[in-house]
């Protein structure tokens, strides 16, 4: 039981058990990364029933896709450092009937994640609320750990963020202004620690910054045009390389100068063309170079060569 509960529970004190900056400062040549988004039990039977705001009294298929995603990501050599998740892990909002179950569902489902792969939870809209208060904050922590925090993988910094703050913090400013003061801490930090300082600079959160360009006009997808170009401004000067979110349920994103905003869709339900899977992300000395597998992909052959020779390179 202690066991199961820890690894829902690393996430603390905003940094992340096991991969903390005094294990896991020093480069030691590429490594990689699963990252995923949107399990979000419940909304592949809402979405058929047409009533997304509610409704999700059933997530059979998602689970078993969770399960099929894990098996998948157990399966792969060498193994990935971690996996993260970008948000809407249920679909259930706060407070609703459906909640308690999603989640202990999918706890579930990621149980037989191999215990080497640590799972990295970012919370999203349908986790915390359109419009998230120090409560529902508070239970996603219980539930899942820190909304934000910090860790190191092998020389790079990793940020992870409640992009709920970003989106609408009226009932919660008090939590906005808190992230805002570690998140200029950490960017700070990282950009004036020159030789000691990390190799690459990474962000997860679960909105999207921009789905196709930085200058795009505002969509329920994407972050408002002027807190977007703040963030961006901010990521750019401390050197973030890419920020890497979900919320689209499709494959989107685009590199401008410098930084590679990507969007990955769903393990669960998706709203295009795409099909249900995860991106893996291979992080060598001169960046990170990604591409979004099918779990079918995945689970058969593996990932792609060319990534793999990266890797050995
Ligand atoms: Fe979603």
């Known amino acids: 039981m202690a066991e199961s509960l820890d690894m829902f529970h690393r996430a603390k004190q905003r940094t992340f058990s096991g991969l903390t900056r005094d294990a896991e400062h020093r480069w030691t040549g590429p490594f990689y990364f699963i990252q995923a988004a949107d399990p979000q039990l419940g909304l ?3 979405w058929k029933d047409g009533n997304c705001d509610g409704g999700g ?4 298929e998602e689970v078993e896709l969770t399960k099929q995603a894990v098996e998948a990501v157990n399966r792969l ?3 990935p450092r971690f996996m993260v998740l ?3 892990l249920v679909h259930s909002m706060p407070g609703t009937e459906f909640k308690e179950g999603q989640e202990r569902d999918l706890k579930e489902a990621l149980k037989g994640t191999d215990p080497s792969i640590p799972l990295i939870f970012v919370s999203g809209n349908h986790d915390i609320g359109n419009t998230p208060t120090p409560s529902s904050v508070e239970n996603f922590c219980k539930t899942w750990g820190d909304d934000y925090f910090s860790f190191w993988v092998g020389g790079v910094l990793c940020l992870v963020l409640n992009s709920q703050l970003f989106f609408d913090a009226s009932a919660c400013p008090q939590l906005k202004e808190a992230q805002e003061t570690w998140l200029e801490d950490q960017l700070s930090t990282a950009a004036s620690s020159s030789s000691a300082g990390p190799k690459h600079i990474l962000v997860f959160q679960h909105i999207p910054l921009y789905l196709q360009r930085p200058d795009e006009e505002n969509d329920y997808f994407n972050l408002q045009k002027e807190v977007r170009q703040k963030l961006l401004d901010r990521f750019r000067k401390a050197g973030v390389k890419a920020v890497f979110s979900g919320h689209y349920h499709r494959n989107a994103g685009g ?6 905003m990507v969007v990955s869709s ?3 339900c998706q709203l295009g063309e795409d099909t249900h ?4 992300v291979v992080v060598t000395a001169d960046g990170v170079v990604h591409r979004y597998h099918s779990l079918e ?3 058969t052959a593996g990932m792609d060569e060319d990534l793999r020779a990266l890797l050995e390179a």
Do not use: H
Not at 57 to 60: F, H, N, Q, S
Not at 255 to 260: A, E, H, P, V
């Open 266 to 268: 769903a393990i669960g």
């Open 255 to 260: 590199y401008f100068d410098g930084l590679d």
């Open 57 to 60: 009294d059933e997530w059979t």
């Open 44 to 46: 592949m039977k809402a």
């Open 86 to 88: 970008c948000g809407d």
């Open 297 to 299: 992909q995945l689970s």
């Open 77 to 79: 050599r060498p193994r």
């Open 277 to 280: 899977g995860v991106r893996v």
